[in-house]
């Protein structure tokens, strides 16, 4: 698209209108407006044959996105680019980058109520502070003692990847005196020295650290990476954070684990099916923590989602640098 001499037109386009209308507020509204030649409503799927939607040049969308092939897209000959008010593409971006059309995500904005969510959790798991309510809740009286804890001085935190949640968890994570342990194998001694992390493998981590923390990739290399062998291995008192993708733990393992040590903890915010099984041992375990997948944006935090979206189209059609433009190689690790 390059440098623009007038204004594109733009069409709000997802298959789930409620989450735009969630997503892009009115202020945002008022701007894109005033940006571009906005088509009026919600669009997707259904509308593809529309003629209006042929001289669309620019889609901004956010959960609901569907995939566009070839056939979906001939209905959108115009079509020069996707801003993406929400996290992972790789549900749809592909046939896109295939034929050349721009693709930003606001997957960085997504990432700073996750790397929130995860700083409090590890700070709460220091002081053990969800075991203890549970064995009050429990036990009653009988268990108003001060429990072993390893506490948030000089510990040892592991981070399992170290995209845009991990590296900004871990520059959170910077406030505390804590040992910081990264398993990334595309993180390079560089990048691990300027974000003040050890470089570590998965077993040393789990051996070593008192919080794992998972923000692995769902990606066909860590299906089923999180073994019940390394759970084992976990200090005593230890506890496992996933705010990342339930695939990646082999999640038979870890109920076999839980079961067998319970001073062991699990802060689940992401299952492999979820919401998980009735039958699933997520719900009766004592020293499972679940929640229900909402470590990322929500309510009013999915504005900043759409803001930065808007930033960037403003920055790309101006001719300026832009941040959050992806390419097929990404999608290779993208969450």
Same mark, same amino acid.
């Given at each position: 698209?390059?440098?623009?001499?007038?204004?594109? /037109?733009? #069409?709000?386009?997802?298959?789930?209108?409620?989450?735009?209308?969630?997503?892009?507020?009115?202020?945002?509204?008022?701007?894109?407006?005033?940006?571009?030649?906005?088509?009026?409503?919600?669009?997707?799927?259904?509308?593809? +044959?529309?003629?209006?939607?042929?001289?669309?040049?620019?889609?901004?969308?956010?959960? +609901?996105?569907?995939?566009?092939?070839?056939?979906?897209?001939?209905?959108?000959?115009?079509?020069?680019?996707?801003?993406?008010?929400?996290?992972?593409?790789?549900?749809?971006?592909?046939?896109?980058?295939?034929? $050349?059309? #721009?693709?930003?995500?606001?997957?960085?904005?997504?990432?700073?109520? /996750?790397?929130?969510?995860?700083?409090?959790?590890?700070?709460?798991?220091?002081?053990?502070?969800?075991?203890?309510?549970?064995?009050?809740?429990?036990?009653?009286?009988?268990?108003?003692? &001060?429990?072993?804890?390893?506490?948030?001085?000089?510990?040892?935190?592991?981070?399992?990847? #170290? +995209?845009?949640?991990?590296?900004?968890?871990?520059?959170?994570?910077?406030?505390?005196?804590?040992?910081?342990?990264?398993?990334?194998?595309?993180?390079?001694?560089?990048?691990?020295?300027?974000? +003040? /992390?050890?470089?570590?493998?998965?077993?040393?981590?789990?051996?070593?650290?008192?919080?794992?923390? $998972?923000?692995?990739?769902?990606?066909?290399?860590?299906?089923?990476?999180?073994?019940?062998?390394?759970?084992?291995?976990?200090?005593?008192?230890?506890?496992?954070?996933?705010?990342?993708?339930?695939?990646?733990?082999?999640?038979?393992?870890?109920?076999?684990?839980?079961?067998?040590?319970?001073?062991?903890?699990?802060?689940?915010? /992401?299952?492999?099916?979820?919401?998980? &099984?009735?039958?699933?041992?997520?719900?009766?375990?004592?020293?499972?923590?679940?929640?229900?997948?909402?470590?990322?944006?929500?309510?009013?935090?999915?504005?900043?989602?759409?803001?930065?979206?808007?930033?960037?189209?403003?920055?790309?059609?101006?001719?300026?640098?832009?941040?959050?433009?992806?390419?097929?190689?990404?999608?290779?690790?993208?969450?």
């Amino acid at each position: 698209m390059g440098i623009l001499k007038v204004k594109p /037109v733009a #069409a709000f386009f997802s298959d789930r209108p409620d989450k735009l209308s969630l997503v892009y507020s009115a202020d945002a509204r008022r701007r894109l407006e005033g940006l571009t030649h906005l088509l009026a409503g919600h669009w997707g799927s259904a509308e593809l +044959g529309r003629p209006e939607l042929a001289q669309v040049q620019v889609l901004f969308s956010t959960w +609901g996105m569907p995939s566009l092939g070839a056939d979906a897209l001939k209905n959108l000959p115009n079509l020069e680019a996707v801003f993406y008010a929400a996290g992972s593409v790789r549900s749809f971006a592909e046939p896109l980058l295939k034929r $050349n059309i #721009a693709v930003f995500s606001a997957w960085a904005a997504n990432a700073e109520p /996750v790397a929130e969510y995860t700083l409090a959790q590890i700070l709460l798991a220091g002081k053990r502070v969800l075991p203890a309510m549970e064995a009050l809740r429990s036990q009653g009286p009988a268990a108003w003692a &001060e429990p072993e804890c390893p506490g948030n001085y000089c510990g040892s935190v592991g981070l399992l990847g #170290a +995209g845009a949640v991990g590296r900004r968890v871990a520059e959170l994570l910077q406030a505390f005196k804590l040992k910081i342990l990264v398993y990334d194998p595309f993180l390079s001694d560089a990048d691990a020295r300027r974000l +003040g /992390v050890e470089r570590a493998g998965l077993a040393d981590i789990f051996a070593r650290c008192q919080v794992v923390s $998972n923000h692995l990739a769902d990606v066909p290399a860590t299906k089923g990476l999180l073994t019940e062998e390394l759970f084992q291995s976990l200090p005593k008192g230890a506890t496992f954070l996933n705010t990342g993708r339930g695939a990646t733990v082999d999640e038979a393992g870890l109920w076999k684990v839980l079961q067998r040590r319970r001073d062991l903890s699990a802060v689940l915010d /992401v299952a492999e099916a979820e919401p998980p &099984e009735a039958s699933s041992p997520a719900y009766r375990l004592p020293n499972v923590f679940l929640t229900p997948h909402l470590a990322g944006s929500l309510g009013p935090e999915t504005a900043r989602m759409a803001d930065w979206m808007l930033d960037e189209f403003e920055a790309y059609s101006s001719g300026r640098p832009v941040r959050f433009r992806l390419n097929l190689e990404q999608l290779a690790t993208l969450a």
